[in-house]
């Protein structure tokens, strides 16, 4: 089991900042795909980046340029940081977690909700 808890959600005002933490503990060593993914109320849950073993990146056009995913292994967590932030940003962020060759994700975190106030 890996559990997977986020944090560093909460309200800012458009054009600010927010970095999201997401700390693993577990058997999270067997995990090499660390994602971010959001859900706004009434829409799909989208991935907004993910991080694989050897760091490289992968990000969703609305937010290239402005986010930063990346990983402290020491610290066995996973950050978003978040810049020039808009409202259309507004949607409870969730970590993911996933072993190699695996299709989809293998654990999830509990959430940690943005609001980005125009």
């Known amino acids: 089991q890996v559990q997977l808890v986020e944090s560093g959600g909460g309200l800012v005002q458009a054009g600010g900042s927010l970095r999201l933490s997401c700390a693993a503990s577990?058997?999270?060593?067997?995990?090499?795909?660390w994602g971010w993914y959001r859900q706004a109320p009434g829409k799909q849950r989208e991935l907004v980046a993910d991080?694989?073993?050897?760091?490289?990146?992968n990000y969703r056009d609305s937010v290239k340029g402005r986010f930063t995913i990346s990983r402290d292994n020491a610290k066995n967590t996973v950050y978003l940081q978040m810049n020039s932030l808009k409202p259309e940003d507004t949607a409870v962020y969730y970590c993911?977690?996933?072993?190699?060759?695996?299709?989809?994700?293998?654990?999830w975190g509990q959430g940690t909700q943005v609001t980005v106030s125009s």
């Open positions: 991080i694989i073993t050897g760091g490289n990146t």
């Open positions: 993911a977690a996933a072993r190699s060759g695996v299709p989809g994700w293998d654990y």
């Open positions: 577990g058997r999270h060593f067997s995990m090499n795909r």
